[in-house]
């Protein structure tokens, strides 16, 4: 189903899916003897969703030779750029506390759990955005498990198309203190205009010494649906009905990291193929089949 301005979903429809999807591959990535990432969180929220091609890939109960040999090398590369990323945002907040700021949003949060994961500061606030029926869930399946927030996690249930800085605002944020910003896996499920209000609203309430993160996929000015369906092609095997390109804004956007800089911030961009080679992973070779192409991570300060 194509998206709409005032579509919902939960973690197993729509948008919501994704999440489940980017949360398995962390689980898998857990796994990796090579350490890059590790999230024991992931694998019970899959769980918990129900999907079950999911649940299996975050259960290691699915072999990449169980997969159309096609598909299997396109699954391994979005595990392993699901490490990649999760080590870069990981870094990111590091890197931020450690210069200070004690207080975090997670902007379309998800099934991060880096709330419970990561070792945060005493003292650090970390606010979770996301519709109502997904906070409440994760919030839910981590207590069942018995888990606990590192940070002083503050839940701010809400959709980003409404007025999330005023809600923000309600669940105790504090406009007037550094806050170091993550939009990870949002920017391509917004129309262009929406990720340009995203960050004018960032930047509002961004005191001197802010930080932000997130990424940039030029693919998405030359974004193909029919490669991208086939890119997608084991979910319809495995019979998940996601029509994955429908759920994504493709055509011209500006770069986070150019429309902050015009706003006095002082970004960063690292192409995915870097942060692969940081990391001590083989770069992903999908060629042309590639819907996306060089993703490109970007993060900064003001």
């Known amino acids: ?12 429809s729509s948008v919501g ?30 769980r918990a969703v129900g999907i079950e091609f999911f649940a299996k890939i975050a259960d290691g109960e699915l072999d990449m030779s169980d997969l159309d040999p096609e598909s299997a090398p396109r699954v391994q590369a979005n595990i392993d750029e699901m490490a990649v990323r999760t ?41 979770e955005i996301d519709q109502p029926e997904v906070i409440e869930f994760k ?17 701010v249930p809400i959709d980003l198309r409404e007025d999330w800085p005023a809600a923000l605002r309600a669940a105790g944020f ?13 920017l391509i499920y917004l129309p262009p205009e929406a990720q340009d209000r995203l960050f004018d609203d960032i930047d509002a309430l961004s005191e001197p010494g802010s930080a932000v993160a997130t990424e940039f996929v030029p693919g998405m000015r030359d974004f193909d649906p029919e490669k991208a369906r086939a890119a997608t092609a084991e979910f319809r095997r495995q019979g998940l009905d996601i029509d994955m390109p429908s759920l994504i804004y493709h055509g011209e956007r500006q770069s986070a990291a ?6 006095g911030w002082r970004m960063d961009s690292t192409p995915r193929s870097e942060l692969f080679a940081r990391y001590g992973l083989a770069v992903p070779d999908l060629g042309e089949d590639d819907p996306m192409g060089e993703i490109v991570y970007v993060s900064g300060r003001r």
């Open 139 to 155: 919030t839910r399946t981590l207590e069942d498990i018995g888990a606990a927030p590192t940070a002083q996690r503050r839940t």
């Open 174 to 186: 504090d406009a007037g203190a550094p806050t170091a910003w993550c939009a990870e896996g949002l």
């Open 87 to 127: 080590k870069f945002f990981d870094d990111y907040f590091e890197a931020a506390t450690a210069g200070g700021i004690r207080q975090a949003v997670i902007l379309a949060s998800g099934l991060d759990s880096r709330a419970y994961r990561l070792a945060w500061p005493d003292d650090t606030v970390v606010y």
């Open 17 to 46: 899916a994704t999440a489940t999807m980017v949360a398995a591959g962390r689980a898998v990535a857990s796994r990796d003897p090579r350490g890059l990432i590790n999230d024991p969180f992931a694998a019970p929220l899959v």
């Open 1 to 12: 189903m194509a998206r709409a301005d005032d579509d919902s979903w939960d973690l197993a």
């Open 258 to 263: 150019e429309y902050l800089t015009a706003k």
